[in-house]
């Protein structure tokens, strides 16, 4: 059994002042779904065993290029985030896993394991970092790290991902992220062909580094740091990548790193077809990578993803098996709170996807009813799921509502006194 950072008992309490209004909501809706030839309880088993995964430099205070505003109780460490994490996945039951990012969280693996293991956290994806540089780092990413014109510089980048790969290893982990900054600000400032071919060396020589059970992960992204090309540009970009590389290489997809208005939905439904999804990086934006929190601005959208993903899974695509990130930067809330929420944001997009009438919908598409095949995917995202989400925390052990829970413990006020506040701090980029 693994321990808890919040007494069971406090949960327990919580969960017993809700409990009866809980069941007659449950058993209301599932009165409605029946008639719709949904069977409740199914949809509430597969929400209980859906998790998506927590960035461990999510539970910081993120910031912009103008400032970053700390807050209290910020974690000090890799050790406070893991407990950070343990809270949210408690309370949610929704957040198995924590991903770690390198050298922001290096400490030695075993250690790690243990802190993580102690609340029963896992670990998802490990993520490198050739973006920034680091203290004492002999070379510099200012101008690129495995497209950088030097070879020295590429040789650096690549034996940084390969010991992300050693660390994960240890941990448990069965896959590298690997997120370039690279790219250029200025027409003419780097050759697009030959700093791609130089990206696609390295990347063959960090995948030859990979473990026969990994994945290798990449994700693309518009704009920023570079501003006027990047050259993990776009999704053909990335799918291009996959598929050069080789069977164990997948693409990410964060919803914040396409222009507004793409059509996310269609680019994740490409890349099922083709074998390439390899995940996502949930968030939220409103103009670019706001890094919002998930399903905040456009929670339809969301569903669109999810009614994809829910598509594949039902049919069995072969291989299908994304896996499932948080990436958000919280500026102005609590990032507990917010990748909470979060969280179930994911499971709610998922939960209503899954009642989508997919026979229906099938139908209305081969008699070209347009009307009716989009209100088919209405009358599901209309649906009001919390009933099934509550329920599944309740049987799990969570707290029917986290966000009520999390403050009646008054945690962040308990941390606040126990972790000196970070002085300074710059831009938080995620
Ligand atoms: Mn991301």
């Given at each position: ?32 779904l ?7 309880d ?67 693996p075993?250690r ?31 101008f690129g790290s ?11 980048a690549?034996?940084?991902?390969l ?23 200025f ?12 990206y696609?060396?390295?990347?063959r ?18 704009y ?8 993990v ?8 990548i996959?598929?050069?590389?080789g ?13 507004p ?29 706001d ?46 709170e917010?990748?909470?929420?979060s ?31 989009t ?8 649906t ?21 829970a ?25």
């Amino acid at each position: 059994m693994s321990e808890t950072i919040i007494s069971a008992d406090v949960v327990a309490s919580h969960n017993a002042a809700r409990k009866t209004d809980l069941e007659r909501d449950y058993a209301s809706l599932g009165e409605r779904l029946d008639r719709r030839g949904i069977a409740i309880d199914a949809i509430r088993d597969k929400v209980e065993k859906f998790g998506v995964a927590i960035p461990s430099w999510g539970v910081g205070t993120g910031g912009t290029r103008f400032a970053r505003f700390p807050g209290a109780g910020e974690p000090r460490d890799i050790f406070d985030k893991i407990e950070d994490c343990a809270v949210i996945s408690q309370l949610t039951q929704a957040t198995p896993t924590v991903s770690l990012h390198i050298p922001w969280d290096k400490a030695d693996p075993n250690r790690l394991k243990q802190a993580a293991s102690r609340f029963g956290l896992g670990f998802d994806a490990m993520n490198s970092n050739t973006f920034s540089d680091a203290r004492d780092q002999k070379l510099s990413y200012k101008f690129g790290s495995l497209s950088h014109a030097d070879a020295g510089t590429r040789r650096q980048a690549v034996e940084h991902n390969l010991e992300c790969i050693e660390i994960g290893k240890t941990l448990g982990s069965k896959a590298l992220t690997v997120w370039i900054g690279d790219g250029s600000n200025f027409p003419g400032q780097v050759n697009f062909a030959k700093a791609f071919e130089r990206y696609l060396d390295a990347m063959r020589e960090i995948y030859a580094g990979l473990p026969e059970d990994w994945r290798l992960f990449t994700e693309h992204k518009m704009y920023e740091p570079a501003f006027y090309s990047t050259v993990v540009q776009d999704w053909g970009t990335n799918y291009i990548i996959a598929r050069e590389l080789g069977d164990k290489a997948f693409c990410l997809v964060d919803l914040g790193h396409h222009a507004p208005n793409v059509n996310i939905e269609m680019i994740v439904s490409r890349l099922i077809q083709f074998g390439k999804l390899g995940g996502f990086h949930f968030n939220d934006s409103k103009y670019g990578d706001d890094d919002l929190d998930a399903g905040s601005i456009d929670p339809y959208r969301l569903f669109l993803v999810f009614n994809e993903l829910v598509d594949a899974e039902l049919s069995g695509v072969r291989g299908f098996n994304p896996a499932h990130m948080l990436d958000q930067s919280h500026n102005v809330t609590d990032p507990i709170e917010s990748l909470m929420l979060s969280a179930v944001e994911v499971q709610r997009a998922y939960a209503q996807a899954l009642l989508v009438d997919r026979k229906a919908l099938e139908g209305y598409q081969d008699a070209n009813d347009a009307l009716m095949a989009t209100q088919t995917l209405k009358i599901a995202y209309r649906t009001d799921v919390e009933p099934i989400l509550a329920m599944a925390r309740l049987r799990t052990g969570g707290a029917v509502d986290p966000v009520a829970a999390y403050r009646e413990v008054g945690y962040r006020a308990k941390v606040a006194a126990e972790r000196p506040a970070v002085v300074g701090g710059g831009g938080g980029i995620v």
